[in-house]
Each structure stands twice: as structure tokens, then as C-alpha cells.
């Protein structure tokens, strides 16, 4: 079946712009988890939703991030005025509801601010 | 906080040997899931260890889950080029009902032919 699939897959941006990133999980699996990974680092964990309820955002690093998931399945994470240390490679999840700890990731989208 | 911490940072080896790479935290996880990433790729779970000294084999990999939930410990065997890449281990929590992943840093593997 299809995985976790994100786009775009690479977004360059100038300082000070706004972007969107969007994620279509695997249907049917019903946690999605949004992780930043700067270079050479990682994963961190930034957000996550069971269905269109967002659990946790307590990894967002500013209120410049925001994510939402409003019909329980395509999700977007949002970011206002980028700065350069938004730098990073953005990586969304997924999870089936029997073992929601074992995550499938999608290749992820490489955002650059110039 | 919860910190997980892979060691070592970075492994050059030959074709054909052995190796094993360590993750070590101070604190307990209810699961521990190994991932491998290429560049420019998502991390592809490999396998996960939910009991206290649970043992799990994948071919020529061996996954072991220390017997306090802390540690863990990913052994190769022969290793091939197409191993390399990096693995990293991920810790969950099954508090409540969030099961954000906490990860280590990684362990990047090169194997030479």
C-alpha cells in the first residue's frame, strides 16, 4: 500500500516568507506526528494529532509554527515569517491505532531560508 | 528530558565484519524502536522491543532491549554495503496517550566493499 507522503518534497524560501507543508499519512492510521531534523541531528518531535484533536504541541519551537489536521487525515504544518534557523528537514508520521508507538515516516521536505 | 544517546557517532568498517551500536539512556522507555534513514529519505523502522531483555532478529541483525528498559543495542553480522546509512534508536512512551518518539542522535555506518 502507499506510505507517508509529503509535500513538497524541497522548499526554498526568503526570510520573512510564509510556507506551508503538507502531509497525506497512511489511511487509515489515526496519530500523525510532525519531527524536525537539522543536519547531522535526529529527529525532534514538534507536534502531534490523534485524529483532528493535536495533543501535544509542547515541540514547536515558536508560536511562528502551527499545524492542523481538520478532517483526521491530510495534514499541513504552517510557518510564518521563516527565519533562517527554520532551516531543517521536516519529517511527518504516522501511526496505526493497534501500535501507535510504531511510526512509518515519509521522506520528508527539505525547507531552506535564504 | 528525555535523552537518548547512540554511540559510536560515526563506523567505517569493511565488508564481511561485525559490529554493534549502542543507545543508553537514563531513563525507561515502554518501547524502543530502531530506525535506518538514507540520505535524502525518511527513517524506515527496522523493528521494535516493548519487554525488559526481549531479544529480536532480522537476518543478520540482532536487536536486543536492555532487561531495565534503558539501553538497547543493534548487532550486525557480515555486515554488507548495503547497510549503510544511519540508525537511529527512538524511545516511546505510552503515558496517557501521547507516543511522540524521543531520538538519539544516530550512528552513521559506512561499509566499505
Known amino acids: 500500500g502507499a506510505g507517508v507522503s509529503q509535500s513538497p518534497r524541497y522548499k526554498v524560501a526568503k526570510r520573512g516568507q510564509d510556507v506551508a507543508l503538507r502531509c497525506d499519512p497512511i489511511s487509515g492510521h489515526v496519530s500523525l506526528f510532525w519531527y524536525q531534523q537539522a543536519l547531522g541531528q535526529g529527529p525532534e518531535f514538534l507536534t502531534y494529532?490523534?485524529?483532528?484533536?493535536?495533543?501535544?504541541k509542547s515541540g514547536l519551537p515558536s508560536d511562528r509554527f502551527f499545524a492542523e489536521r481538520p478532517e483526521g487525515s491530510v495534514s499541513t504544518l504552517k510557518i510564518q515569517r521563516t527565519q533562517q534557523e527554520d532551516s531543517a528537514v521536516y519529517l511527518c508520521?504516522?501511526?496505526?491505532?493497534?501500535?501507535?508507538?510504531?511510526?512509518?515516516f515519509g521522506p520528508g521536505t527539505r525547507l531552506t531560508v535564504t | 528530558t528525555q535523552l537518548l544517546e547512540q554511540s559510536p557517532q560515526f563506523l567505517s568498517i569493511q565488508e564481511g565484519e561485525n559490529l554493534t551500536v549502542y543507545c543508553n539512556s537514563s531513563?525507561?522507555?515502554?518501547?524502543l524502536q530502531w530506525y535506518r534513514q538514507e540520505p535524502g529519505e525518511g527513517p524506515v523502522l527496522l523493528v521494535t522491543?516493548?519487554?525488559?531483555?526481549e531479544v529480536k532478529k532480522l537476518k543478520r541483525l540482532t536487536f536486543q532491549f536492555g532487561d531495565a528498559r534503558k539501553d538497547s543495542s543493534l548487532h550486525i553480522t557480515a555486515a554488507q554495503p548495503g547497510d549503510t546509512g544511519l540508525y537511529l534508536c527512538?524511545?516511546?512512551?505510552?503515558?496517557?496517550?501521547?507516543?511522540?518518539?524521543?531520538f538519539g542522535k544516530g550512528t552513521l555506518l559506512t561499509v566499505n566493499p
Open positions: 508520521a504516522s501511526s496505526p491505532n493497534r501500535t501507535p508507538w510504531e511510526q512509518y
Open positions: 494529532f490523534q485524529n483532528e484533536a493535536q495533543l501535544d
Open positions: 522491543v516493548v519487554t525488559g531483555g
Open positions: 527512538a524511545g516511546g512512551n505510552s503515558g496517557g496517550s501521547n507516543y511522540k518518539l524521543t
Open positions: 531513563s525507561v522507555f515502554s518501547s
